[in-house]
């Protein structure tokens, strides 16, 4: 399973960005966005499963969205009024028969 993750960039404190990640497989199953910013670890950002039930961590909520088109084999990650606090590089990620797979990741720069 290969993930090929697009869409990041600089932009200015409470910009929109979206991300897009195309998948090799089109049966995977949860698919979501992870970051990391510099010295800090990987966390999840927002999931979305198979059947489009989503997930969001607290600092995503009311301001990202997550979506997939399964017959593009694509997530997006929608990210409104963002902050210098999103500033990461941010990995898409697929889990897909019993193993999780990861893009290499897009960086996102929030401006002040």
């Known amino acids: 399973v290969q993930l090929q993750a697009s869409g990041g960039g600089l932009v200015q404190s409470g910009g929109s960005l979206r991300l897009s990640c195309i998948c090799s497989?089109?049966?995977?199953?949860?698919m979501g966005w992870y970051r990391q910013a510099r010295g800090k670890q990987r966390e999840l950002v927002a999931l979305?499963?198979?059947?489009?039930?989503?997930t969001y961590s607290n600092s995503a909520k009311g301001r990202f969205s997550i979506s997939r088109d399964t017959a593009r084999r694509t997530v997006y990650l929608l990210m409104n009024s963002l902050k210098s606090e999103d500033t990461a590089v941010y990995y898409c990620?697929?889990?897909?028969?019993?193993?999780?797979?990861w893009g290499r990741g897009t960086l996102v720069t929030v401006s002040s």
């Open positions: 979305i499963s198979s059947t489009g039930t989503s």
């Open positions: 497989e089109h049966r995977v199953e949860d």
């Open positions: 990620n697929a889990h897909y028969d019993g193993r999780n797979y």
